[in-house]
């Protein structure tokens, strides 16, 4: 067996290093990532410019309060809770028959003046009757009293007949005097003022009185004022006593929905009325609506509360204060416009409606 040569070398594998890799899609990605936030963050906030919005916004419609002009008694009621009505429709009657007997009372009235107004023109004291007479009787006494005087200084009278002569022009004299006052008063009773000129103020008195209670007649009859729905009709109830002033039932207005939104003092450096704004219902989602800021209000919210809070007693503490703004609608909505609803206002500061 050939031995080995120690010459022959048999060859060895070196182990193989690895290349680095080179991260590069990391790094791009940490790099990007920042970079996509700060552009979508500049994106959103350059969207928010020129518009501010507030969720303390709710749907308002105007209410009419309707109450009875006399009192008296329900007797018929010709509406329901929720009832649409018009303007003119009949609500509900209050008991019409005290009025009628004023009615029956004031025409009475009337009659009574027209019958005293005749009287005192076919009176004596304006007919002159009385004042001819007396100025007869004057003449008379005249005559006499001189018959008198004449046989007084011829001596063929006493002095006692003179005197009576004499007395008799002055009763005569008198008696004209009371006859021309009766015919002044008579006269006077007849005059008209400025108030009513023409008329026998009696007379327009009583009618003054009729008119009156015609009116009460009719409002017995409560008609509504403008057309609405009607709410709060659960007060209405046949029998009850309905006093003036208290009010017996609601109409919600048809057609004056608007929106008061509270904004917050620092949203109101460039709104303006007839600015744009974009209403959004929690009610009903997917529902927008345009619409356009119609007024500011004249002070905070907190200035027209019961208690305004008292910044001099030393508790102040500084509050963001909210301004009620109305929005009113540029188009009809689709969905009923129940007030107290909830909605989101977004208004265009810029006027360009996004």
């Given amino acids: 067996m050939a031995e080995r040569d120690p010459q022959i070398e048999i060859p060895v594998d070196e182990p193989v290093v690895p290349k680095p890799k080179k991260h590069w899609g990391r790094l791009a990605l940490m790099l990007s990532l920042p970079i996509v936030m700060i552009i979508g963050g500049v994106t959103y906030w350059r969207s928010l410019q020129g518009q501010v919005s507030t969720d303390n916004a709710y749907v308002h419609l105007d209410k009419v309060s309707v109450s009875g002009e006399v009192s008296g008694k329900i ?76 046989l007084w200084k011829k001596g063929f009278t006493t002095k006692a007949a003179y005197e009576a002569a004499q007395h008799q022009v002055s009763m005569a004299q008198e008696q004209l005097r009371m006859a021309q006052a009766k015919r002044d008063e008579a006269a006077a009773k007849l005059s008209t003022g400025t108030q009513v000129p023409g008329v026998y103020p009696q007379l327009a008195a009583a009618r003054a009185q009729r008119n009156v209670a015609e009116l009460s007649l009719r409002r017995t009859e409560v ?54 704004a974009e209403i959004r219902f929690d009610a009903y989602p997917g529902l927008v609506l345009k619409a ?63």
């Avoid at 509406?79 to 009628?100: M, S, T, Y």
């Fill in 75 to 150: 007797v018929d009621v010709l509406v329901k809770e929720n009832q649409h009505v018009k303007a003119g429709d009949l609500l509900f009657r209050i008991d019409p028959e005290p009025f009628q007997l004023q009615m029956a009372q004031a025409d009475a009235s009337i009659a009574n003046a027209q019958a005293s107004e005749t009287a005192l023109a076919n009176s004596t004291a304006l007919s002159g009757a009385d004042i001819s007479a007396a100025q007869e009787q004057i003449a008379f006494a005249r005559s006499n009293l001189q018959r008198q005087e004449a």
């Fill in 292 to 354: 356009h800021v119609a007024s500011i209000g004249a002070g905070t919210g907190s200035e027209f509360s019961v208690l305004p809070a008292q910044n001099a007693t030393g508790n102040w503490v500084k509050v963001t204060q909210r301004v009620p703004v109305r929005i009113v609608f540029d188009e009809p909505s689709p969905r009923a416009l129940i007030s107290g609803l909830s909605v989101k206002v977004k208004v265009f500061t810029d006027g360009r409606r996004r």
């Fill in 223 to 276: 008609r509504a004022p403008v057309s609405g729905l009607v709410s709060q009709a659960g007060r209405l109830q046949l029998g009850q006593d309905l006093i003036t002033g208290v009010p017996a039932l609601t109409l919600v207005a048809d057609g004056s929905a608007y929106i008061e939104a509270n904004f917050k003092e620092t949203d109101l450096a460039d709104m303006r009325p007839g600015q744009p």
